[in-house]
């Protein structure tokens, strides 16, 4: 089993996550992480999910997606063809903010983006595994609230959407 990158690009937008997700459900298979935005082509969208299976079973829901109607184009990488982020944001006490807690989030990289009387926002944009450490840190200074993106990827390898538009 390993991590992979499922890209699905799409023209129309309306029912097709459901119609994807349909896919994975059948064949009991979780889906890690999912994001979708529009590309940079009007009326283009593209749908990045993380998924850990063998990759005969990547390929089969590739193929699986390939087949949906509004689906232009459906293709999978390793995490080593990916070039890969995600967001995190935790929400913490003003009351536990301290030389210690501050140290940490130096050696984190993460950035205060709000801080309010109450609380304050921390921001940290890498992998899953920086973020996961910083969350069980936190834990220990009264975390109040903590939320992650889905992965946001492009591929390494010199492939546009363009290729499959045209």
Known sequence: MKRYTIFVITENFIGILNRI??????????IDALTASESRLEGIH???????????????????????????KAFYHEDESVV??????????????????EKIIRQHNAKIIAAEPDFVV?????HKEQTQELLEILKGYGLLEFARSGRVAVAK??????SFVK
Request: charged share 25%; proline share 2%.
């Open 21 to 30: 997700t349909i896919i994975f459900t059948r064949r009991g298979i979780n």
């Open 46 to 72: 593209r749908i990045t999910i993380e998924v850990t299976a063998s990759e005969d079973t990547v390929i089969q829901l590739v193929n699986q997606i390939e087949k949906i109607i509004d689906v232009i």
């Open 84 to 101: 890969y982020q995600e967001i995190a944001l935790y929400k913490i006490p003003v009351s536990r903010l301290d030389g210690g807690l």
């Open 122 to 126: 921390l921001e940290l944009t890498g």
């Open 157 to 162: 390898r010199m492939l546009t959407i363009d």
